[in-house]
């Protein structure tokens, strides 16, 4: 029995992929899944790849392959609600599904046949990540100032996914209308939550704000990536591991 920590891109994965310890690899259904041990504990890390079908059967090959008892997402958003900056990050207590429409059938955004639109993250593990949120935030990051940014703030509620990369204002301001209580957009949290639920398997879910999700997007996301949401999901996933998060 593991847990599974989960990147969509692999900057995001290769800064704590260093950390393992007795690593060991195998390959399942196209994905190279990295074993071995992370902050005492018994790990699997794994490139998901981008998008809802991809974390979907990553999801899915974890817990029937592996019997995992949770899985980590980690990674980057954007931001959607007025005060999710840059360089802030998001602990999810929920996902739903932009994109999702089976009306009349069914009402907008719930997956048909199970009479819901928003999966919760598993509360208690949730609340250990967000303690490891708040710890590694209060510690000044020397990347940030090379980006603008002086401080970066932590929030806790609701995640969007969808397949596609929302990046106008006009695609922004549209979910922000339709779900003002959505703090982040990103492609893959609310299918891996689905399938999580599906299982019985608790999830929980880290997201760094990168972009404002519209047209002022970062100029120059891979060195944000690799500069300072790597090096956050790294830090709070380590943090959190030592806290009990398991």
């Not at 980690?74 to 998001?90: H, N």
């Not at 639920?197 to 880290?206: I, Y």
């Amino acid at each position: 029995m593991t847990l599974a920590v989960v990147a969509a891109l692999h900057d995001e994965l290769r800064s704590l992929l260093a950390h393992l310890e007795s690593p060991r690899v195998e390959m399942r259904g196209g994905r190279t899944l990295h074993l071995g041990r992370l902050a005492g504990q018994d790990v699997v890390l794994v490139l998901s790849g981008i998008g809802k079908v991809a974390a979907a059967a990553t999801a899915a090959l974890l817990i029937d392959r592996y019997g995992v008892r949770s899985i980590l997402f980690t990674g980057v958003a954007g931001g959607l609600a007025p005060d999710v900056g840059v360089g802030d990050v998001v602990v999810a207590d929920a996902l739903l599904q932009h994109d999702l429409d089976a009306s009349p059938l069914f009402p907008r955004w719930e997956v048909p046949l199970t009479g819901r639109s928003r999966f919760a993250t598993d509360p208690p593990r949730s609340a250990v990540l967000q303690s490891a949120v708040d710890e590694v935030l209060a510690a000044s990051h020397p990347a940030l100032a090379s980006f603008g940014l002086k401080a970066t703030r932590a929030h806790r509620g609701l995640i969007v996914s969808g397949d596609r990369f929302v990046s106008s204002a006009a695609e922004s301001a549209a979910l922000r209308e339709a779900l003002p209580d959505a703090l982040a957009v990103e492609m893959e949290g609310a299918a891996m939550a689905q399938v999580c639920s599906d299982f019985g398997c608790p999830l929980t879910v880290l997201r760094t704000i990168s972009d404002r999700a519209d047209d002022a997007a970062h100029v120059d996301f891979p060195r944000f990536l690799r500069e300072v949401a790597a090096e956050f999901s790294r830090d709070i996933v380590l943090t959190a591991l030592a806290k009990g998060l398991g």
